[in-house]
T-cell receptor, first 110, second 112 residues
Framework: RKEVEQDPGPFNVPEGATVAFNCTYSNSASQSFFWYRQDCRKEPKLLMSVYSSGNEDGRFTAQLNRASQYISLLIRDSKLSDSATYLC???????????FGIGTKLQVIP | NAGVTQTPKFQVLKTGQSMTLQCAQD?????MYWYRQDPGMGLRLIYYSASEGTTDKGEVPNGYNVSRLNKREFSLRLESAAPSQTSVYFCASSEAAVQPQHFGDGTRLSIL
């Protein structure tokens, strides 16, 4: 089993739709979690950190489920500009165990 | 408002040539990283530097060396480039290990 797994997609959704991505991780000792956004041929950019209690930033909601070992990202009212690849990042313990998922590609369609 | 700056942005090398990728950050971050990104494989950590004066291997260090020149700068060297090292290379920095990382805009390296 991969340490961090994501469905690569693509997820094709119409504008205004709600879409959710999950990311599973294998190490129960993982300490910190993030979602990044990466546009085509660009660098990854931090979208949001994921906290144990869940957190929201505008149309984006991130949640952590430690019991089932996954994090999720919910995007409401999708915009064309949300089209990108969304990477989950899991920090297990220290620098050498920062693991990026391969990313989930989202395409928002007019 | 530079953040993390990488040079060069593009480079083509012949097998066996050497080169150094440069990275500098102006955010006073302690930690710096080098990743490579290949299709279908995600970002993989090559080397990292927890703080000035220290460097450690990541997941895929073979064929690379690094230097943490000072707090701002972290360079990646390919001593004898191989076609398998064709990739997009990203440098990143963070305040500490568990903090989010900030990325440079990448170096696209092709080795023929």
């Amino acid at each position: 089993r991969k340490e961090v797994e994501q469905d690569p997609g693509p997820f094709n959704v119409p504008e205004g739709a709600t879409v959710a991505f999950n990311c599973t991780y294998s190490n129960s000792a993982s300490q910190s979690f993030f979602w990044y956004r990466q546009d085509c041929r660009k660098e990854p950019k931090l979208l949001m950190s994921v906290y144990s209690s869940g957190n929201e930033d505008g149309r984006f909601t991130a949640q952590l489920n430690r019991a089932s070992q996954y994090i999720s990202l919910l995007i409401r009212d999708s915009k064309l500009s949300d089209s990108a690849t969304y990477l989950c990042v899991v920090n297990e313990r220290g620098y050498q165990k920062v693991t990026f998922g391969i990313g989930t590609k989202l395409q928002v369609i007019p | 408002n530079a953040g993390v700056t990488q040079t060069p942005k593009f480079q083509v090398l012949k097998t066996g040539q050497s080169m150094t990728l440069q990275c500098a950050q102006d955010m006073n971050h302690n930690s710096m990283y080098w990743y490579r990104q290949d299709p279908g494989m995600g970002l993989r950590l090559i080397y990292y530097s927890a703080s000035e004066g220290t460097t450690d291997k990541g997941e895929v260090p073979n064929g690379y060396n690094v230097s943490r020149l000072n707090k701002r700068e972290f360079s990646l060297r390919l001593e004898s480039a191989a076609p398998s090292q064709t990739s997009v290379y990203f440098c990143a920095s963070s305040e500490a290990a568990v903090q989010p990382q900030h990325f440079g805009d990448g170096t696209r390296l092709s080795i023929l």
